[in-house]
C-alpha cells in the first residue's frame, strides 16, 4: 500500500474534485478550474515519476477527473481505480499518448484528453536550436571556455558546418516538421527536401514562393523537392530532422543501416520521439564518425540515456525540453484542465483540436467545449457546433 501522497488544496468545499498528478505552470488552468465548482489538488510529492499505487491514493474513493503526465502509466490498474472513484474524465498536459492504454479507458467509458495546437512553433524552435548548436558546436565550445581551456584565437578551433545554401532534410512534413522547415528554409536560405506519406502542399508554396522572392532580389533562390523514400532524404540531405508519430512502423525508423547512409558530416536533429532512434547504433556512429553530429531533446529509455552517450562530445543532449516556454507550458496546463472540466461538465468536443486559440485568450472566458479528447469517437461524443 502506498504512503499517502502530499497535495495542495484549492477550494476546498468544490462540488467536483480534479486531482493534478503535478503542479503544472501559470495559475490561469487552476482559476478556471475553482471558477466552475472544482476542489482540485495538486500532488507536491518530491518525487519526478509517480508510481501507480501512489497515483490510485491521489484519485482515492472519490475523484471526476486527474490532469496527468506523460511519464506515468495510464493503463488497465488506474483506468478501472479512477472509474471506481466514479471519475470519467483523464487528460495528459502532452499532445502525445503513448502512456495511455485507450482501449482500456473505453472499456472504462473515462475521456482522454491531450494538449495539441500549442506546441508547433516551440518544438520547431528548438528543433532549429539543435541544428545550430550541432552544427556550430555551441555546447563544445561552451565547455572548452567554462574550462578555462582558451588562450587564444586558432584557425581551427571548434570549425563547424555552415547551413546556408545546404540542404535540410525533414521526416515527417505535418505541422512541427513543416514549421521547422519554414525556419530553415527562410532564416538559412537552406534548400529543402522532405519524406511524408502525404503531399506538404502548403509548404511547397511557401518555399517556391521564398525562392522566387530571393531570385527577384539577386541571390541565389531556395528549392524543395518531396523525396519518394526516407533514403533518399538520408542520403541527399546535410541536415535531417525527424518530426514522425512513434507507432510499431517507426520504431527504430533511424538504425545502424539507415545512419550507414548519411553523410559522414551530417547532422541528426530529433524533438520527436525517443524510440525512433535506435539508441545504441546511434552511440557506435557518433564514435565512429566524429564529424557526424546529433541534436537530441528525448531518448529511447527516458529518463536514461544509453551507454556512452553522454561522453559523445559530437552530440547535443537536453532533456525533453521542446515544448518548455513559458506560453506553451502555460497553454497545455489550461488546454488539460479545460479537458477534464469540459467532461465533467458534459460539454460537446470542440470541432478542431489544432486550433485552441479561443481557448487560451485570458481576457475571455474559454468555450463550453473539451479542446481535445482523443477517443471521442469510441465513446460517442457529441461535437460542438460554436
Not at 489538488?41 to 484519485?59: G, P
Request: some cysteine; overall charge neutral.
Amino acid at each position: 500500500m502506498a504512503k499517502p501522497v502530499s497535495v495542495d488544496v484549492w477550494n476546498p468545499n468544490g462540488k467536483y474534485r480534479v486531482v493534478s498528478t503535478k503542479p503544472m505552470p501559470g495559475t490561469r488552468w487552476i482559476n478556471l478550474l475553482i471558477e466552475q465548482d472544482c476542489r482540485l489538488e495538486i500532488c507536491t510529492q518530491k518525487k519526478t515519476i509517480l508510481s501507480v499505487e501512489e497515483i490510485i491514493a491521489l484519485i482515492g474513493d472519490r475523484c471526476d477527473g486527474v490532469i496527468g503526465q506523460l511519464t506515468e502509466d495510464w493503463g488497465e490498474t488506474l483506468f478501472a481505480a479512477l472509474s471506481r472513484a466514479g471519475g470519467k474524465a483523464f487528460s495528459n498536459m502532452a499532445v502525445g499518448y503513448n502512456n495511455v492504454d485507450v482501449e482500456a479507458a473505453n472499456k472504462y467509458g473515462i475521456a482522454v484528453g491531450n494538449t495539441p495546437g500549442v506546441l508547433t512553433e516551440t518544438t520547431a524552435e528548438l528543433a532549429a536550436a539543435l541544428s545550430l548548436a550541432a552544427a556550430r558546436r555551441i555546447v563544445e565550445a561552451d565547455g572548452f571556455m567554462r574550462a578555462g581551456l582558451y588562450d587564444g584565437w586558432l584557425p581551427n578551433l571548434f570549425v563547424g558546418n555552415l547551413l546556408k545554401g545546404q540542404t535540410v532534410g525533414v521526416i515527417g512534413a505535418g505541422r512541427i516538421g513543416s514549421a521547422y522547415a519554414r525556419m530553415m528554409v527562410e532564416g538559412f536560405k537552406m534548400n529543402l527536401i522532405y519524406f511524408d506519406l502525404y503531399q506538404s502542399t502548403r509548404l511547397e508554396k511557401f518555399v517556391t514562393a521564398y525562392g522566387q522572392f530571393l531570385k527577384a532580389n539577386g541571390e541565389q533562390p531556395v528549392t524543395w523537392k518531396r523525396a519518394s523514400s526516407m533514403d533518399e532524404v538520408l542520403v541527399e540531405a546535410d541536415l535531417i530532422s525527424l518530426h514522425p508519430v512513434l507507432d510499431k512502423t517507426t520504431y527504430h525508423l533511424v538504425n545502424k543501416e539507415r545512419l550507414s547512409k548519411m553523410k559522414k558530416e551530417a547532422i541528426l536533429i530529433n524533438c520527436s520521439r525517443g524510440p525512433v532512434v535506435d539508441e545504441v547504433a546511434l552511440v557506435e556512429h557518433l564514435r565512429e564518425n566524429p564529424m557526424f553530429r546529433v541534436g537530441l531533446d528525448v531518448f529511447e529509455d527516458e529518463p536514461y540515456m544509453k551507454p556512452g552517450l553522454a561522453d559523445m562530445k559530437n552530440a547535443v543532449v537536453v532533456p525533453h525540453i521542446a515544448s518548455a516556454s513559458k506560453w506553451t507550458r502555460e497553454g497545455m496546463a489550461t488546454l488539460a484542465a479545460l479537458n477534464v472540466l469540459g467532461k465533467i461538465k458534459q460539454y460537446p468536443i470542440w470541432h478542431d483540436p489544432n486550433k485552441v486559440e479561443p481557448f487560451l485568450d485570458e481576457n475571455s472566458p474559454p468555450p463550453a467545449a473539451c479542446p481535445s479528447i482523443v477517443n471521442a469517437k469510441a465513446l460517442n461524443l457529441p461535437v460542438s457546433k460554436l
